[in-house]
């Protein structure tokens, strides 16, 4: 199972900091590689689910990392499957968790 995530952010460590994450087994990302002109664009990463992943818990693993990236910095814009979100690690996970459940239907 695959879920769209864009970030924007001034900080460029960011992307560097979530690139690298280990989630856990079962659960990977990946930065996609778009061809973009604008200034501050977002970047674009793809989240991989494996079948034998509970989705609660994937979305909780998911939610935690990209909050504890994220947090604390103003300019930081998270959108997962085209929706933006607020950086509050609830709402992540309620996000990611919506839309795994959309998928696997």
């Known amino acids: 199972m695959e879920l769209s995530i864009s970030i924007r952010s001034s900080d460029p460590n960011v992307v560097t900091e979530i690139r690298r994450a280990k989630i856990a087994e079962g659960i990977t990302i990946r930065r996609r590689l778009v061809l973009r002109e604008m200034e501050n664009a977002p970047i674009d990463f793809i989240l991989y689910i494996g079948e034998h992943v509970v989705l609660p818990v994937a979305a909780s693993l998911i939610a935690r990392m990209l909050y504890d990236k994220l947090k604390g910095k103003k300019d930081n814009e998270l959108t997962?499957?085209?929706?933006?979100?607020?950086?509050?690690?609830?709402?992540?996970?309620?996000?990611?968790?919506?839309?795994?459940?959309?998928?696997?239907e």
Do not use: A, W
Request: overall charge negative.
């Open 80 to 104: 997962i499957q085209n929706q933006p979100v607020e950086i509050n690690v609830e709402k992540i996970e309620q996000l990611i968790f919506i839309s795994l459940k959309e998928k696997e």
